[in-house]
């Protein structure tokens, strides 16, 4: 998995997976795009506004959690 962060268009991605032949890209909302391979394979989520979007519940962190350990990482990210 990748996050990646375009400060120029003020978009963030986070890819599963490299992208097949037949990607879709499903606008799930203004400021959510998710690409999907027709078997509902999903390659990505492409979040648009997202200095807005992912400051909103945790002022510019990205927190990692694995739900079967409990172990929990805390990114900060810089978005400006």
């Known amino acids: 998995m ?3 962060y375009d400060a120029r268009h003020n978009v963030a991605y986070i890819r ?3 992208k097949g032949a037949e990607v ?3 606008r799930l909302g203004e400021e959510i ?3 999907m391979a027709p078997d509902g394979t ?3 989520i492409e979040l648009l506004n997202a200095n807005e ?3 909103r519940e945790n002022a510019g962190g990205l927190v990692v959690v694995n739900e079967a350990t ?3 990482s805390e ?3 810089a978005l400006d």
């Open 42 to 44: 999903v390659y990505g």
């Open 53 to 55: 979007q992912l400051r």
């Open 33 to 35: 795009v998710v690409d």
């Open 16 to 18: 599963f997976q490299e």
């Open 24 to 26: 879709e890209a499903i």
């Open 2 to 4: 990748r996050f990646s």
């Open 75 to 77: 990114l900060s990210l």
């Open 70 to 72: 409990g172990e929990r």
